[in-house]
């Protein structure tokens, strides 16, 4: 079946670091990948998205190129902030439109 | 405009009750879907309705079951509760056939713990 797999957490990092973390799909077709975030006590944000292999997704200082040769949707930052600290998740919209989400990546940015 | 509210935020139930879990779906948004995340996992998808019809279900007992209202507001039902079932229950709404690829609204969710 369809799945997201992401790298395990936590992920810690200091300001200013450089963040990847990355995220792999299985899906028939060609589904619309998403990053979301999740915020302590807070529900799921949309953070970016990409509809389409070779689509790069940007939001905040964050991006994601859909790479359809790899099967991989990575995020990127070039610099975090105590801020980006949340649990990121990777998801996929397979082709019965429903969304399926990876386990999620924990980060945490010290200052 | 309004985003996705739900309610109860926290709840506490003994096994074997039930409970109702309630959302109200951002203002234009014809389409939800409920999603239980246990504790350190991502959201598992529960069903989803459009336009008041389910349109589609994920690997859930029938105990689980829903409704959507005429005004696109929707309800949870859970029955004979499990200790499984404690988790954080996340309701979406997003607008239009393809609800997907616009991304979904989340509300903060309810926390349900089962006793």
């Known amino acids: 079946g369809d799945s997201v797999t992401q790298m395990e957490g936590p992920v810690t990092l200091s300001e200013e670091a450089f963040l990847t973390i990355n995220c792999t799909y299985t899906a028939t077709g060609y589904p619309s990948l998403f990053w979301y975030v999740q915020y302590p006590g807070e529900g799921l944000q949309l953070l970016l998205k990409?509809?389409?292999?070779?689509d790069k997704g940007s939001n905040k200082g964050f991006e994601a190129t859909y790479r359809k040769e790899t099967t991989s949707f990575h995020l990127e930052k070039g610099s975090v902030q105590v801020s980006d600290s949340a649990v990121y998740f990777c998801?996929?919209?397979?082709?019965?439109?429903?969304?399926?989400f990876g386990k999620g990546t924990r980060l945490h940015i010290l200052p | 405009e309004t985003g996705v509210t739900q309610s109860p935020t926290h709840l506490i139930k003994t096994r074997g009750q039930q409970v109702t879990l309630r959302c109200s779906s951002q203002?234009?948004?014809?389409?939800v879907s409920w999603y239980q995340q246990a504790l350190g996992q991502g959201p598992q998808f529960i069903f989803q309705?459009?336009?008041?019809?389910?349109?589609g279900r994920g690997n859930f007992p029938p105990r689980f079951s829903g409704l959507q209202f005429p005004n696109y507001s929707s309800e949870l039902n859970v029955n004979a509760l499990e200790l499984d079932d404690s988790a954080l229950y996340l309701c979406?709404?997003?607008?239009?056939?393809?609800?997907?690829?616009?991304?979904?609204?989340f509300g903060s969710g309810t926390r349900l713990t089962v006793v």
């Open positions: 203002s234009g948004h014809n389409t």
């Open positions: 979406a709404s997003s607008s239009g056939r393809d609800r997907g690829r616009d991304g979904y609204t």
């Open positions: 998801a996929l919209e397979n082709r019965d439109d429903k969304i399926i």
């Open positions: 309705y459009y336009r008041e019809e389910e349109n």
């Open positions: 990409a509809t389409k292999a070779d």
